[in-house]
């Protein structure tokens, strides 16, 4: 059975830093294209990061780049998104999520994702 368990997720202040987790079991995420979204209370669910599963190529929103950082640990079967200089407009449940095998590039879009975990709450406040 695939699983994916997020866990990190906090409330902070404006400015603030948080490291999310993803940690996979039933894939190896090697094989597997790994995203994070995140979904705000009445908006649409919309992608953050991802990392490619060929080269480990990774792509930001322009709303968080410069300030997020997706990696991976492939001992640990491990994503982590760490999040710097967080606003209150990055509060959100955030959600990682596995397409597989994308090559030098991974989807943008939440519908091409395969295996989902359960969501983290970030919680920034002003």
């Known amino acids: 059975e695939v699983q994916l368990a997020e866990s990190g997720g906090a409330s902070v202040q404006t400015g603030g830093s948080l490291r999310l987790s993803c940690t996979a079991s039933?894939?190896?995420?090697?094989?597997?294209?790994i995203g994070w979204f995140r979904q705000a209370p009445g908006k649409e669910r919309e992608g953050v990061s991802c990392i490619s599963t060929g080269d480990g190529s990774t792509y930001y929103a322009d709303s968080v780049k410069g300030r997020f950082t997706i990696f991976s640990d492939s001992a640990k079967n491990t994503l982590y998104l760490q999040m710097n200089s967080l606003k209150p407009e990055d509060t959100a449940v955030y959600y990682c999520?596995?397409?597989?095998?994308?090559?030098?590039?991974?989807?943008?879009?939440?519908?091409?994702?395969?295996?989902w975990g359960q969501g983290t709450q970030v919680t920034v406040s002003s």
């Open positions: 999520a596995a397409a597989f095998q994308w090559g030098n590039s991974c989807p943008w879009t939440w519908s091409l994702y395969t295996y």
């Open positions: 039933g894939l190896s995420i090697d094989d597997y294209a």
